[in-house]
């Protein structure tokens, strides 16, 4: 793989599984108590009330995001904010196209009633549980179970959980996940249905392995940041001179990578999964990449399974947040598949920058046939944007998820009221 150098200097500057099983691996809930002092600052932070708003971005009239699939989308997201006792907020999303959003608002605002009044210690010592009760209510889980306007809509919920902690931890998301131990990273994955594939054992066993050279390659990030790939050169919807035009900029601007002959992606339905299998034998020397759709931890695991993708394309909101994206990085590193997250959406760049620089670090320590996507739109809405440098993502160092919409833009393009709605078109 090609990647780019440049000047150091000027880089700089710019709920209901019991857990035995995860218990004796990792220990009583105990092993936690080593934390005091940070346990003792999460349990003074309690949540108050919960924000969910529909938010939407007009990019249709531009024609950006648009696909074979996708023809006319509206960049949109459930947005949701964590008000607290403590002076801080969390925020999080699920990213959508534009119609149906409502529907995953709705959602939000059914489970964030899993958190109000909670301490964010009282989920943060047993992360996998608090994941399990999202999808365990007994009648509201017939409308997935674990798929869907729920599932997604209880990422938006767990990632504003972790963009909480984080604030709360004083660390960016990417840090907070690389400075835990083994253990608490075990005690935050939900492993039921997939112990066929991954056990617990093996997961630890995988994450201290790993833990060897974390700090050479946390230099290498710093220095060189994370290679990406551009798909802003050509949406389905532009014209061949201007992806010729854009495709010329990006490389005078550093760029390698661009997303048009690498692998062949989604090539069938995205639940396809021997479908995707018989493509891939039968394509010999085709990788073939899929998972900006795929549902769920136990559909990645068949998935891999099956050998039926070379590069598993995991999806900051499509699964269930933090938690369950963790699930399938290490399932992908068991069976030594790559990934290279999804990040066309309004946010989804912000998100996967810390799971891949997390993933990097503590689990699959390469960088081999690793890139992850970028679209150069709508950044300027957030308050910590990513940071892209010569085609090479920039560790993020602000304490959070990166995802903080600025409050002018929930304003503004709040649906159906928000400004950029109601003016004549």
């Not at 399990?132 to 209880?154: C, M, N, T, Y």
């Amino acid at each position: 793989m090609v990647r780019s150098k440049w000047n150091k200097n000027s880089f700089l500057n710019t709920i209901y599984q019991t857990n035995e099983e995860v218990n004796s691996v990792v220990g009583p809930k105990s092993f936690l108590e080593n934390r005091k002092e940070s346990r003792t600052q999460l349990k003074t932070v309690k949540i108050t009330n919960v924000r969910a708003i529909d938010l939407r971005f007009p990019t249709s009239r531009g024609m950006l995001g648009s696909d074979a699939v996708n023809k006319d989308p509206d960049y949109s997201a459930a947005y949701c904010i964590l008000e607290t006792d403590a002076g801080i907020e969390g925020h999080g999303l699920t990213f959508t196209i534009g119609r149906g959003t409502e529907l995953c608002v709705s959602a939000l605002e059914y489970l964030s009633r899993a958190v109000c009044g909670r301490s964010l210690s009282s989920i943060t010592d047993d992360f996998a549980s608090f994941a399990r009760q999202l999808s365990e209510d007994s009648q509201f889980r017939w409308l997935g179970p674990e798929k869907g306007v729920i599932h997604i809509a209880a990422a938006a919920l767990i990632n504003s959980v972790w963009d909480l902690y984080a604030r709360a931890e004083q660390k960016p998301v990417w840090k907070l996940l690389a400075e835990m131990e083994p253990e608490q990273i075990i005690r935050a994955v939900n492993f039921r249905y997939i112990t066929d594939a991954l056990t617990p054992d093996e997961a630890l066993e995988l994450l201290k392995r790993s833990s060897f050279g974390k700090e050479e390659r946390l230099t290498l990030l710093e220095h060189e940041g994370y290679p990406a790939y551009t798909t802003s050169v050509g949406w389905y919807g532009f014209s061949d001179d201007r992806v010729r035009e854009l495709c010329h900029e990006a490389i005078a601007d550093g760029w390698t990578h661009f997303k048009l002959p690498w692998w062949l992606e989604e090539p069938t339905n995205p639940d396809d999964i021997l479908g995707h299998a018989r493509i891939r034998r039968e394509i010999p020397g085709m990788r073939i990449a899929t998972g900006e759709c795929c549902s769920n931890r136990i559909m990645f695991k068949q998935f891999l399974q099956a050998q039926a993708l070379d590069v598993c394309q995991i999806d900051s909101c499509r699964l269930a947040g933090v938690n369950e994206n963790l699930a399938v990085i290490l399932l992908a590193a068991k069976f030594g598949v790559p990934v290279c997250p999804h990040a066309g959406g309004v946010g989804l760049c912000e998100y996967v920058q810390h799971l891949s620089i997390f993933d990097f670090l503590c689990v699959s320590a390469s960088l081999e046939n690793r890139v992850i996507e970028y679209v150069d739109h709508l950044h300027e809405h957030f308050l910590d944007p990513v940071c892209i440098v010569k085609g090479h993502y920039v560790l993020p160092r602000r304490p959070g998820y990166s995802i903080e919409i600025c409050p002018e833009t929930l304003n503004k393009f709040a649906y159906p009221h928000g400004e950029v709605w109601t003016e004549k078109q």
